[in-house]
């Protein structure tokens, strides 16, 4: 809903709701808040809540650390698992610096643009994600361990299943706060599940991601488990994605603009990658249990690293497959987008489709195809030489992500 400032009080004075956390994400996309009283509030709309930003990862350092949170009321969410009485309301915030500057590192932000960029142009993107994760027991003093909730595998169902009333609680809770899953089930790594919500503009998926993680690591911990989002959490095992479907439109003509939008993907895929795998774990996931490791697409194949789902009209799109929930959804999407563009305006022809099972695929036929970097520092060392990524991100947030 696209509530305004003045709905948003009206609403927090009416509804008995005595904290509101103003949330927004470190660089890597970790999500943080400050939580403010229902007297702080109007202040939050016209001035904005300050922050140390020196103590926030990416953000800087202590000279000149103050940022400003100024909360976007469209976002406003009440905490479901909360208190009926004294709610407890989230909204997503932009940064600032003091003198009203947009902070060039945030990475909510720099999604705007690239949407703002996009619609200028004439087009405008979707986004879907299929997020990953394991669930895991905690010892006796509540640590996590890497022992899996349960034993079963893809798809299966209870009592082997035994994430199915976790999953349930999820779908619930995220329906209570705006959010539409579409599907849930068990994945093929012991304790491992996966969630699906339906697609969105760029900016309210981006929200989303960041959502679902914090709602499955609140209701995973209220059933005395701990929900784990990393890559590759098991050897040996299936490492998690964060599998991002996407489609573009025309708001000029009904032109097919996915071929374009793909190959400008693919051509950009290499610089990106240290943003969307951005651990030294990611590498241990890809190519590996139907994780991609080659620059290729094709229709339904899931050995590819994009690949056309069986789908017709609006739900058509493509499927980045690379991708795992340690990375940014904010800064994810935005590459994704500024790519899409380059390859719509510049008209980028498609590869041929590589309808081939590429893990059972021989030597020969796979030095053919070009692999993503194969390693966290080749994926850095890509992405400080692209000029594509130089073009779209600021040089603080490429050197936190590089290291330079």
Avoid at 11 to 33: H, P, T, W
Avoid at 246 to 268: F, H, W
Avoid at 298 to 323: D, F, V
Wanted: aromatic share 10%; proline share 6%; charged share 25%.
């Amino acid at each position: 809903m696209n509530y305004s400032a003045g709905e948003v009080m009206q609403y927090v004075s009416e509804e008995d709701v005595k904290f509101i956390r103003l949330a927004f994400c470190d660089v890597y996309g970790k999500q943080k808040n400050i939580s403010i009283m229902p007297g702080e509030l109007e202040r939050a709309f016209k001035c904005g809540i300050a922050i140390d930003a020196s103590a926030i990862a990416g953000f800087g350092g202590e000279v000149h650390s103050d940022l400003f949170l100024h909360p976007d009321p469209s976002t406003i969410a009440v905490f479901p698992w909360r208190p009926e009485h004294g709610r407890v309301v989230r909204m997503f915030c932009d940064i600032t610096y003091p003198d009203g500057r947009a902070f060039e590192s945030d990475a909510r932000t720099l999604l705007k643009k690239a949407i703002a960029d996009a619609k200028n142009a004439g087009y405008s993107f979707s986004f879907g994600s299929e997020m990953e994760f394991y669930l895991f027991k905690l010892d006796e003093n509540g640590n996590p361990t890497k022992e899996p909730y349960d034993s079963a595998s893809y798809m299966d169902i209870a009592p082997d299943d035994k994430g199915e009333n976790i999953r349930r609680e999820i779908c619930l809770t995220l329906e209570e706060m705006g959010i539409r899953p579409e599907g849930s089930h068990h994945e093929e790594g012991p304790g491992q599940n996966e969630i699906d919500f339906r697609y969105s503009d760029a900016l309210t998926a981006a929200d989303n991601a960041i959502t679902f993680s914090a709602v499955v690591k609140t209701v995973s911990a209220g059933n005395g488990l701990c929900a784990d989002f990393s890559p590759k959490p098991l050897k040996n095992k299936p490492g998690s994605g964060l599998h991002i479907n996407m489609s573009v439109k025309s708001e000029k003509s009904d032109e097919d603009l996915m071929p374009y939008m793909i190959a400008g993907i693919l051509e950009n895929i290499s610089d990106m990658t240290v943003f969307l795998n951005p651990s030294s774990q990611s590498f241990e996931r890809l190519g590996k249990d139907k994780a991609p490791k080659y620059i290729t697409w094709s229709s339904e194949n899931r050995s590819q690293l994009i690949r056309i789902p069986a789908a017709q009209g609006e739900y058509k799109r493509a499927e980045l497959r690379s991708s795992d929930p340690s990375a940014n959804p904010y800064i994810a999407y935005t590459l994704l987008i500024y790519a899409g563009m380059y390859g719509i305006e510049n008209k980028l022809t498609l590869p041929d489709a590589a309808d081939i099972n590429l893990f059972t695929a021989d030597s020969e036929t796979l030095a053919k195809y070009k692999t993503l970097p194969l390693s966290l520092e080749e994926a850095a060392q890509a992405a400080l030489k692209s000029s594509f990524i130089e073009k779209y991100l600021p040089k603080s947030l490429i050197s936190a992500y590089c290291k330079k």
